[in-house]
């Protein structure tokens, strides 16, 4: 089993519309979450991370369930820029600072 | 951004040649790392390093190796290049500060072609 595992997609959305995404980690020692954003053929960048009180920036909520081990990505009100992979990352307690990333769920935004 | 640069950006090469790429900060952090992206694989670490000459292996090492003489150069060699090794290569760069983790910020990419 993955230790971070996400649905590839890819999740096919109207402009305008609400699209959540959902990711599952293995690990119950896992200290730190974060979701971070890869356009094609570029670098992943930090997108927001994810606090256990749950977090919001502009259009996109991020939320964290411990219990069931599971962190979630609301996009609202899509916009075509958000076409994009959203890889799940974590960080399980380790010496070297490391974070697991998931195999990443890319979204495509249709006008 | 966070200065971080790696080069080539691309390269071709043939196999059994050694290959080394090129990580550059200007950030002064502490921990740097090599990843590969692989279609179907997603981001997986090769090699890691948290100090000058402190170095550890990830979870797909064979073939690679890596040097960091000062801060901020992190160099990862292929010792002679395979097929298997044509992939896209990031470095990141993080910092860690007690209980708070700030994720990483990435380079550009290399991308290496094996032939």
């Known amino acids: 089993r993955k230790e971070v595992e996400q649905d590839p997609g890819p999740f096919n959305v109207p402009e305008g519309a609400t699209v959540a995404f959902n990711c599952t980690y293995s690990?119950?020692?896992?200290?730190?979450f974060f979701w971070y954003r890869q356009d094609c053929r570029k670098e992943p960048k930090l997108l927001m991370s994810v606090y256990s009180s749950g977090n919001e920036d502009g259009r996109f909520t991020a939320q964290l369930n411990r219990a069931s081990q599971y962190i979630s990505l609301l996009i609202r009100d899509s916009k075509l820029s958000d076409s994009a992979t959203y890889l799940c990352v974590v960080k399980i307690n380790n010496a070297g600072n490391m974070l697991t990333f998931g195999g990443g769920t890319r979204l495509m935004v249709k006008p | 951004d966070a200065g971080i640069t790696q080069s080539p950006r691309h390269k071709v090469t043939e196999t059994g040649t050694p290959v080394t790429l090129r990580c550059h900060q200007t950030?002064?952090?502490?921990?740097m790392y090599w990843y590969r992206q692989d279609p179907g694989h997603g981001l997986r670490l090769i090699h890691y390093?948290?100090?000058?000459?402190?170095?550890d292996k990830g979870e797909v090492s064979d073939g690679y190796s890596v040097s960091r003489s000062k801060t901020e150069d992190f160099l990862l060699t292929l010792e002679s290049a395979t097929s298997s090794q044509t992939s896209v290569y990031f470095c990141?760069?993080?910092?860690?500060?007690?209980?708070?983790?700030?994720?990483?910020?990435f380079g550009s990419g290399t991308r290496l072609t094996v032939v």
């Open positions: 390093s948290y100090g000058v000459k402190d170095t």
């Open positions: 690990n119950s020692a896992s200290q730190s």
């Open positions: 990141a760069i993080s910092e860690f500060s007690g209980a708070v983790n700030y994720g990483y910020t």
């Open positions: 950030e002064n952090h502490r921990y």
